[in-house]
């Protein structure tokens, strides 16, 4: 099969969302960029909480790391960046409250995402956020993101909608510091992978970058996390994680972290409690935290196997038992 | 059926066509401040459970997720669907009754009163005595049927009289001027009518999250169309007594 089919095949599999990509549309700007043979560069970004990394950010990892190598098979100079956002995480003023030292759980994570590197041979580069904001090229994104950003009301707004509810005052009182940083810096990259709860960000970097005339963003969102261990009846009385899913690098995001999966400690009696408890739907389109777990498991094992063939449209209908050694010979087992 | 009668029917007909056309217009915009919502959304997750939901026959919902989070929960709730004894069941009947029973399959307490007071004012059947025979005449349908003897109650307003105390007390909470712009003139023209429906239809619904019929509890009302109104009135009333709104 050629490379590139490998690609496509990969990108309509079910680790991306049907419902927030265009995927002819990504097709057909991954197609020109790899006509021209330039440098690419692929980015997924994380901030953290006082909670530690979760298995989901390994779906991130190990599809930043996939689409780098069959982008490079196809000749392309890529780079796979991961951000690690230090500055956005403890600037946080629910982190600062909790008076947790968002620091040293940063060192730990990061010490952890060297071990899954390692682990996984991961050929992706971890940069720090305030590394790259010493960078002039980023310095100069972000006064010419500001300046587009704090002129324009429909811009304005846009960014009103990228954020929590609970952060509107504190970005309106900051003129959405975070978001105007976040935007300065995806704009230096081609492809950004993320979850579906990023899509406002994006389509205002992508609105900047045209006034700017430089190229347009590539979003490619994976399907939504979401947490374990609920019946449906959750995500019927919560329609927002519904379509969005939770934020996939925050163990405490909606305040379910008894719901998710924490790397630093992936006891497999509590991971079978939590898969045993999950609801898992007959309708494809709804939330599936337990298919979630096997497509990560999935990937986990790919990475060892060096087997980068998916299929498109595969089914995640899937035992749990199944999912369960899958897990533990491929992650539990490894990290 | 006598010409009185038969008019009295045509107009009420009438009268709930209007109605029941004037909401599918409006379907899921706000009514009285409150909206029906598409049940579309639930419907995907209930998929399996019952040939209801497999067939998308429900159309809207108001604050069905209490109910969905209930039979997830595999907990009990209870549903109350009212038969008129005006004339025997005809098939027309088999549909209601069959979706009853899949929600008691899924959980819920059946509670089917029969409204021969209602058969009586609407002058649909002759006497008390001729609706109550009537409803007697359904129960062994019901059992045919295979509703759980256990979980299935049946009442009838004339024989229980507190029906009509109850009324006094819920239909205090309401005006004659909601009764006209919900039911129209011709179905409150006596002081009979506007007893039963301002007061004891109501009663009908909440006095079952009373200790008597199992405490506080969601309560389902599954209802065509044209009734929504008179639900957002029961819901209106059930937040004024300090009840769960059906």
């Known amino acids: 099969m050629e490379t590139k089919h490998y690609i496509e095949n990969f990108i309509e599999s079910s680790i991306f ?33 006082e909670f530690g990394l979760t298995i989901d950010s390994l779906k991130y990892y190990f599809t930043l790391d996939i689409l780098g190598k069959l982008l490079r098979s196809n000749g392309m100079d890529v780079k796979a960046i991961l951000i690690i956002g230090d500055v956005a995480s403890t600037r946080n003023k629910a982190a600062v409250n909790k008076k947790v030292s968002i620091d040293s759980r940063i060192k730990e994570n990061l010490s952890k995402i060297r071990k899954i590197i390692g682990a996984y ?54 003129e959405f510091l975070y978001s105007r940083e976040e935007i300065a810096l995806i704009t230096d990259y081609n492809i950004k992978i993320g979850p579906p709860r990023e899509l406002n960000y994006d389509n205002v970097a992508r609105i900047i970058s045209r006034r700017l005339g430089l190229p347009e963003l590539i979003s490619l969102y994976l399907e939504p996390t979401y947490p374990l261990g609920l019946n449906f009846d959750y995500f019927i009385s919560n329609p927002q994680i519904e379509k969005y899913g939770i934020t996939p690098y925050k163990g405490g995001s909606n305040k379910l972290n008894d719901h998710r999966l924490f790397l630093e400690n992936l006891d ?68 | 059926m006598s010409t009185k009668m038969k008019n009295q029917t045509e107009q009420e007909y009438s009268e709930k066509l209007k109605i029941k056309i004037e909401l599918e217009k409006n379907l899921y915009q706000k009514i009285d401040g409150s909206s029906l919502k598409s049940f579309e959304r639930i419907n995907k997750y209930l998929k399996g459970m019952s040939y209801f939901f497999d067939r998308n026959l429900i159309k809207g919902h108001l604050d069905f997720e209490s109910i969905a989070s209930l039979i997830a929960q595999k907990k009990n709730f209870k549903v109350i669907s009212g038969r008129n004894p005006s004339a025997p069941l005809h098939l027309g009947h088999l549909a ?60 009838v307003h004339t024989e229980y009289l507190d029906i ?82 059906p």
Not at chain 1, 136 to 151: A, G
Not at chain 2, 224 to 245: C, E, I
């Open chain 1, 17 to 49: 969302s049907h419902e927030f990509n265009d995927f002819d549309q990504i097709q057909s700007l991954i197609s020109k960029r790899l006509s021209k043979k330039n440098e690419l560069k692929i980015v997924y970004g994380e901030t953290y909480d």
């Open chain 1, 121 to 174: 041979n991961l050929d992706i580069q971890v940069r720090l956020m305030s590394e790259l904001f010493e960078s002039n090229k980023y310095k100069q994104n972000f006064e010419n993101v500001t300046s587009i950003c704090l002129e324009s009301d429909q811009i304005k707004q846009i960014l009103e909608n990228t954020v929590l509810q609970n952060r509107i005052k504190q970005e309106r009182e900051s």
């Open chain 1, 268 to 335: 497999k009696k509590n991971i079978e409690n939590l898969l045993d408890k999950s609801s898992v739907p007959s309708d494809p389109t709804l939330p599936n935290p337990v298919g979630d777990i096997y497509i990560i498991a999935d990937l986990a094992r790919r990475m060892l196997e060096n087997d980068f063939e998916f299929v498109p449209h595969p089914t995640t209908q899937i035992d749990t038992k199944v999912i369960l050694n899958l897990f533990d010979k491929y992650v539990i087992q490894i990290l």
């Open chain 2, 96 to 155: 209601l009754f069959r979706l009853l029973l899949e929600l008691q399959k899924l959980g819920a307490t059946i509670f089917i009163p029969f409204t021969n007071d209602e058969s009586f004012i609407d002058g649909k059947v002759d006497s008390f005595e001729s609706g109550l025979k009537t409803a007697y005449e359904t129960i062994p349908y019901l059992i045919a049927l295979g509703f759980d003897p256990e979980k299935t109650k049946v009442l």
């Open chain 2, 164 to 245: 009509y105390k109850l009324g006094m007390y819920f239909g205090s909470h309401v005006n004659t001027n909601q009764l006209k712009s919900l039911f129209g003139e011709g179905s409150i023209n006596t002081p009979s009518k506007v007893f039963y429906r301002g007061a004891v239809q109501l009663a009908s619904i909440l006095m079952l999250q009373l200790e008597e019929f199992g405490g506080s509890q969601n309560t389902l009302v599954p209802v065509s169309l044209d009734q929504h109104p008179y639900v957002l009135l029961t819901r209106d009333v059930a937040n004024k007594v300090k009840m769960t709104p």
